[in-house]
């Protein structure tokens, strides 16, 4: 095969005669020939396609053709039947013609023969087109050109919207959706007047009458009477791509213009807006989808104007951004088991080293499991629960809620972006409710793999105990450094617990990702907006936990540890706060997943994990349009 294709690759395209395109194909028989003998799949197939006689008929018609405009033959004489008419007055006024000059002036004057001849002319003149009548030298300035548009209705919306000009009654095409019927047609436009539909004048209408009538015929044609517009607005056709940070839904917003040509989604959804002409409503499709046609969906200065009103699905509530993560007020959390062991600072302080080495292994080959001393998840626990807002030093122009970067922008401009082998890993931030399984997961994942990830070291002002050792369980700081650290915004994540300070720094993070491992880390929602940006490229999953039924039969032998309790049994109230908790986390925070794993059966969440981890680094995935060019603004 490869012989052939090179043949057509060499031989110019005007050599291809005879012996050309036929050549070819009789080559490429041969080759398919030799590949049915090796009984290749498909080849017997495309064997007999390439022998079938039309095929090779096709080819001699297109060779012909190739041939005649090579060729390009031009008529000998322009008017050869006033040649004929003159030649059979001379043959006729001859004195005593020949058998020959007679035999001559029959032919000449057949019917067949004289039709021949006046075809060849109107050849020869090039003379086909259809006679026009004559442009009348002065038209009326009054008098417009209307067009007959025809479209064929296949119960597919027709994909424009109309509007009727309430002083003089006109009714006018308002937009046209791009990839619907009436932008496939190319023949109605926006600004087109309408002046009649299936002959039904619509002057005067109400734009719903209009509609009627549309509809009146799902399928079949529609015969529209049109005035098209002169001057063509220039269409904003744009390739930009953007995540939702907020939910939208056509049919609840009162201000649409049409709200059947609305489109609804949800944060997190990716949306390739295809046309930004109209300031306040753009065009768009929801991604990843096939449908053809996009939708209306509000601007982002428009959702912006819009977004304290009602018609979200979702109200705004500023307040709410952090205070509704608080479900379980500090009171619940005091309540005592007597069915558990209760540990009192001291106590549970001392008990730390002990629980940790049997709880979790955090020396595996000798390399340390950073993150997982129960104090830095405790003082994340904290942050949880507390009716606080739990990010005063940022609130309100950095807070990763939905509100207030709604706030600021409700559509977040995206790229495709695919790391580069030679570029550093992207972090992985786990986030989900207290006790779901996020630092299981972490850990067995560094554990099974320590040469691929790593975790972060964490900082804290408490006192190192006897066996610990800077920069193994911690980094020991004073709290004059960890707060110069905070004001210099090197945390991505810190906070109190016990009246001493935790948190994770930027810089051990980036350690863990110099040192070309995958950095693992667990975070709190108010971290997000921290890990999102240009230099971490922080793919973030969502570990949610499964229908109740599960969790219970899943969790049945394993314990948590709570402020108050080492390794207790779960309690239905425990599965009843994880799930209210994900619920609220998700409905806020949802737009910045990459990714959601349901902890159900651990192996199998183990799975998907790596297999998400992997797809991070590996495949093309939709990040800030920021993160790849640092001076795009939001659009
Ligand atoms: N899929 C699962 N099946 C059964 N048990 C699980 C599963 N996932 C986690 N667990 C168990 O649930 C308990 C809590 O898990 P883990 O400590 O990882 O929670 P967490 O999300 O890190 O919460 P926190 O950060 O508040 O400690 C542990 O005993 C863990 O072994």
Redesign the pocket.
């Given at each position: 095969m490869k012989q052939a294709v090179e043949a057509q690759v060499l031989i110019p395209h005007c050599q291809l005669g005879e012996a050309g395109l036929r050549q070819i194909l009789t080559d490429v028989i041969e080759e398919v020939r030799k590949s049915v003998s090796q009984d290749l799949d498909g080849a017997e197939i495309l064997h007999s396609l390439l022998n079938a006689s039309w095929l090779h008929s096709l080819l001699k018609v297109y060779e012909c053709l190739g041939q005649y405009l090579r060729d390009s033959p031009a008529p000998f004489l322009d008017f050869a039947s006033g040649l004929t008419f003159q030649l059979l007055i001379d043959i006729r006024s001859l004195p005593g013609s020949s058998e020959e000059a007679r035999e001559l002036y029959r032919l000449l004057r057949k019917p067949h023969m004289q039709a021949l001849l006046f075809a060849h002319d109107t050849v020869a003149h090039r003379d086909y087109g259809p006679v026009l009548p004559p442009m009348p030298e002065e038209l009326p300035d009054d008098e417009e050109a209307t067009r007959t548009v025809c479209l064929v209705k296949n119960k597919q919306p027709l994909g424009a919207t109309i509007k009727r000009n309430e002083s003089t009654g006109e009714i006018f095409i308002a937009r046209v959706i791009h990839g619907g019927l009436a932008d496939r047609s190319g023949l109605l436009h926006t600004g087109d007047r309408v002046l009649e539909v299936n002959g039904f004048p619509v002057d005067g209408m109400e734009p719903e009458q209009v509609i009627q009538v549309v509809q009146a015929r799902s399928q079949g044609t529609i015969i529209f009477r049109v005035i098209p517009m002169t001057e063509r607005p220039v269409h904003n056709k744009t390739m930009l791509y953007v995540r939702a940070l907020v939910d939208y839904s056509p049919q609840q917003d009162p201000y649409i213009p049409c709200a059947d040509a609305g489109m609804s989604f949800q944060k997190g959804n990716v949306l390739e807006i295809v046309d930004q002409t109209d300031a306040l409503w753009w065009q768009a499709r929801k991604l990843p989808d096939h449908a053809a046609c996009a939708g209306l969906i509000p601007s982002n200065n428009l959702l912006k104007r819009k977004q304290k009103e009602l018609w979200w699905s979702q109200p705004y509530q500023p307040q709410a951004c952090f205070q509704t993560l608080s479900t379980v007020e500090e009171e619940d959390m005091m309540a005592i088991d007597e069915n558990c062991v209760e540990a009192d600072e001291e106590a549970f302080e001392s008990e730390e080293f002990r629980d940790e080495d049997d709880d979790f292994s955090t020396n595996t080959k000798g390399i340390y499991l950073a993150g997982f001393r129960r104090s830095m998840?405790l003082f994340?626990?904290r942050s949880h629960n507390t009716s606080q807002p739990t990010c005063p030093t940022r609130c309100p122009s950095s807070c990763p809620s939905s509100c207030h970067s709604a706030l600021c922008s409700p559509y977040e401009e995206v790229v495709r972006y695919q790391r580069h082998t030679q570029d550093t890993q992207r972090l992985i931030a786990l986030l989900?409710p207290?006790?779901?399984?996020?630092?299981?997961?972490r850990r067995r994942l560094i554990e099974t793999n320590p040469d691929i990830f790593q975790g972060a070291l964490p900082h804290t002002t408490r006192a190192p105990k006897e066996y610990e050792e800077s920069g193994r369980e911690y980094v020991f700081t004073s709290r004059e450094i960890f707060n110069n650290m905070v004001q210099n915004n090197r945390f991505l994540e810190h906070g109190e617990y016990k009246g001493n300070l935790y948190g994770t720094s930027y810089d051990s993070v980036k350690e863990v990702l110099k040192g070309g491992k995958i950095c693992l880390i667990?975070i709190e929602p108010n971290a997000i907006h921290a890990v999102r940006n240009h230099e971490l490229k922080a793919y973030i999953i969502y570990?949610k936990p499964p229908p109740l039924e599960r969790l219970q039969e899943?969790?049945q032998d394993?314990?948590?540890?709570t402020n108050y309790y080492i390794n207790r049994p779960f309690k239905s109230e425990d599965f009843q706060e994880m799930e209210e908790l994900s619920e609220k986390i998700e409905s806020h925070f949802r737009q910045f997943f990459d990714h959601v794993i349901v902890?159900?059966?651990?192996q199998d969440?183990l799975d998907q994990l790596m297999s998400a981890v992997r797809k991070a680094q590996n495949q093309p995935q939709w990040v800030p349009a920021r993160w790849i060019r640092p001076t795009t603004t939001e659009p």
């Open positions: 998840r994340r626990r989900g207290p006790n779901v399984g996020v630092n299981e997961l667990d570990v899943t969790r394993s314990c948590i540890t902890n159900d059966k651990l969440s």
